[in-house]
C-alpha cells in the first residue's frame, strides 16, 4: 500500500476496535447493497452494503481476534472474537476482502467519513431480497452481481 496519510485512505474497525482496519478506497472493486442469503443470515438485517478490496490495497491488525467460519469453499467470514460483530469476509479464489460498511470509522453525528468514495452503486442478489422493489430508490436492481448477471428494475 502507497501514501497511508492519501485522501483515498479509509479507517475501519469492528464494534469494540479490537479489529481494525485502513483501505485504499480508490482501489473498490465494487460497492453495493448485497441482498444475498449469506449476508442477511449473518448480519441479522435485509441487506448489507458490502465494499469489495483486493487484499492488496486493504491492511487489518487484530485479525487474531477473529472467528472465521468458511461458508463456502475457500471462502471465510469474519466476526470479531470480543465483540461478535460481523466486519468482513475473505475469498481465497479472488484474494478479495468484502467490508461491511457498519464498520467504517464515523463523525460524531454517526455518518461514516469519506462515504462519497464508497457509495453505492447497486443492489444485488435481489432474487431473495426481504422488501419490495419499490423500496430500492434509483440504484439499478440486479440478479447476482453488477454487469456480471441480468438487471431486473427495467420492467419497473
Known amino acids: 500500500m502507497s501514501d497511508l496519510k492519501s485522501p483515498d485512505y479509509m479507517n475501519g474497525s469492528c464494534f469494540c476496535g ?7 478506497v480508490s482501489k473498490i472493486t465494487l460497492s453495493a447493497y448485497c441482498h444475498c442469503t449469506f449476508c442477511q443470515r449473518t448480519t441479522g438485517g435485509p441487506y448489507v452494503h458490502t465494499t469489495h478490496h483486493p487484499s492488496s490495497s486493504i491492511s487489518f491488525t487484530g485479525l487474531e481476534h477473529a472467528h472465521s467460519s468458511e461458508w463456502k469453499p475457500r471462502k471465510h467470514k469474519k466476526r470479531c472474537g470480543e465483540c461478535g460483530a460481523p466486519f468482513a469476509s475473505y475469498s481465497q479464489d479472488r484474494d478479495n476482502w468484502s467490508v461491511w460498511s457498519s464498520g467504517w470509522e464515523r463523525d460524531g453525528d454517526g455518518m461514516i467519513l469519506g462515504y462519497e468514495k464508497i ?34 428494475d427495467q420492467d419497473l
Not at 457509495?119 to 447476482?144: D, I, S, W
Open 18 to 24: 479490537v479489529i481494525k482496519w485502513k483501505a485504499d
Open 119 to 152: 457509495r453505492p452503486t447497486c443492489h444485488q442478489f435481489a432474487g431473495t431480497m426481504q422488501m419490495g422493489k419499490n423500496e430500492l430508490g434509483e440504484l439499478p436492481v440486479y440478479e447476482g452481481y453488477e454487469g456480471k448477471s441480468k438487471r431486473l
